[in-house]
């Protein structure tokens, strides 16, 4: 089973700046890496796939990158409804496996 | 668009089934999805049914515990679990694959249901 572990588990950011949170894999994934945006009461939301491309409808302010091992969400310039936990995911092989999740709030 | 079925409420050692059925698409094309959420925790992928309903793949943890179903002539995808502890109340979710154009990337989650909350609690 592939580990996903995300860094860090919190951040604290003003509206306005950008935000960026790390995921790594225990092996190589390749591109193979989707982010998810979850609020609370609600499913997750796709945001990347492929590592670095966007899903429908996301706004461009949300970008992905990286590759193998280390991979990296952006969010350029946080807007209110960013607010929320943030999980990669990793699905080179079955079982998929999620990070812990890095929740951003607000500072 | 995934509909999933109501909360459940269940003793220690009971099984419950949660469907999830489909709608807007052609449901027989893709893949469906069960992840778990417990309370404050994160996601937990539990396994995977084809389109044909015809293969599985379960978590390790969860083998001999879940099965996944599907009826085509409904449109509807069903999750038992059984020998239910408090160690499996949680959300469930199904979800699919996302699509653009002619391409499908079947385990990038895209279409989720809302979400069935299952306690288990004596």
């Known amino acids: 089973e592939i580990v996903m572990t995300q860094s860090p588990a919190t951040l604290s950011v003003s509206p306005g700046e950008r935000a960026t949170l790390s995921c790594r894999a225990s092996q190589s994934v390749g591109s193979n890496l989707a982010w998810y945006q979850q609020k609370p009461g609600q499913a997750p939301r796709l945001l990347i796939y492929g590592a670095s491309a966007r899903a429908t409808v996301i706004p461009a302010r949300f970008s992905g990158s990286g590759s193998g091992t280390e991979f990296t969400l952006t969010i350029s310039s946080l807007q209110s409804e960013d607010f929320a936990v943030y999980y990669c995911q990793q699905y080179s092989n079955w079982p998929l496996t999620f990070g812990p999740g890095t929740k951003v709030d607000i500072k | 668009q995934l509909v999933q079925s109501g909360a459940e409420v269940k003793k220690p050692g009971a099984s419950v089934k949660v469907s999830c059925k489909a709608s807007?698409?052609?449901?027989?094309?893709?893949?469906i999805h069960w992840v778990r959420q417990a309370p404050g925790q994160g996601l937990e992928w539990m396994g995977i049914i084809n389109p044909s309903g015809t293969s599985t793949s379960y978590a390790q943890k969860l083998q001999g515990r879940v099965t996944m179903t599907r009826d085509t002539s409904t449109s509807t995808i069903y999750m038992e679990l059984s020998s239910l502890s408090s160690e499996d109340t949680a959300v469930y979710y199904c979800?699919?694959?996302?699509?653009?154009?002619?391409?499908?990337?079947?385990?990038?989650?895209?279409?989720w249901g809302q979400g069935t909350i299952v306690t288990v609690s004596s």
């Open positions: 807007g698409y052609t449901f027989s094309d893709y893949y």
């Open positions: 979800a699919t694959g996302y699509c653009i154009g002619t391409s499908c990337y079947d385990d990038a989650l895209d279409i």
